[in-house]
């Protein structure tokens, strides 16, 4: 049996939350969504979102190949197009996706748009699985900048890909390595709470302190975003 916690918070500054989580009550599936496009744009983002991404994954859909969440990430960028020209919004409205699902082996897959993370966590070490679809991403790919200086990179918030943007749309997935822990987070976390920190927060003994910390965290650095966090422990070290 797993364990899940998923905890989402508006922040210090922000008016509105607009990240959006689930953690499915059976340990199967997670999913986390931080949305863009001012207003209440990235709130309807992200919630649709997330919404699609269950109804599929509670429906007993696929959840045991690198295509099965593809298929389950696009449905949900779908989904936002559709509800976006529902809504006749002329404007961005968008939103990152991190889905994490196990099949009844005990194998577990991702799919990712965006910037929100998904990290493993093992023996005190934290790895990040995912990687960003931002410009920050791109300058690093290309030896233009540091990654160890990411966080001071021009443009770092602008993303490549998003789910309800036009243009290029090409889910990352794959299998998630054996691990300890799981940690899925919106940028919120990820921005403002260094890898350092993070990795040794990640040790903390039970879920729901550990997440309480993550986000304790954020908000000392200045809560300046909204933050979320799922997290997944399994039972024993996966293979």
């Not at 008016?15 to 599936?29: G, K």
């Not at 859909?61 to 389950?72: E, K, N, V």
């Not at 990687?131 to 001071?152: F, M, N, S, W, Y």
Request: negative net charge.
């Amino acid at each position: 049996m797993l364990n899940v916690v998923a905890r989402s918070h508006r922040g210090l500054v922000r008016l509105n939350n607009e990240d959006f989580v689930h953690a499915d009550a059976q340990s199967r599936f997670a999913i986390l969504a931080d949305g863009m496009g001012g207003l209440m744009a990235g709130e309807i983002a992200s919630e649709v979102a997330v919404v699609t991404a269950r109804r599929h994954l509670e429906a007993d859909a696929p959840r045991d190949s690198t295509q099965a969440l593809s298929a389950i990430v696009n449905l949900s960028h779908n989904a936002v197009l559709a509800e976006a020209r529902e809504l006749n919004y002329t404007g961005k409205m968008g939103t990152t996706l991190v889905v994490w699902a196990q099949n009844g082996e005990g194998r577990s897959y991702f799919g990712h748009v965006g910037d929100s993370r998904l990290y493993t966590y093992s023996a005190g070490k934290l790895e990040q699985v995912t990687r960003d679809h931002t410009v920050a991403q791109r300058l690093i790919d290309a030896g233009e900048i540091d990654p160890d200086k990411e966080h001071e990179a021009p443009h770092r918030h602008v993303l490549t890909q998003a789910l309800g943007l036009p243009g290029v749309f090409q889910p990352q997935v794959g299998e998630v390595p054996g691990c300890e822990r799981l940690l899925l987070c919106s940028d919120g976390l990820s921005d403002l709470v260094r890898r350092e920190q993070l990795e040794a927060l990640m040790a903390t003994p039970g879920l729901e302190l550990c997440a309480d910390y993550l986000l304790k965290a954020a908000m000392d650095a200045g809560g300046s975003d909204n933050v979320s966090v799922v997290l997944v422990e399994f039972d024993a070290l996966r293979s």
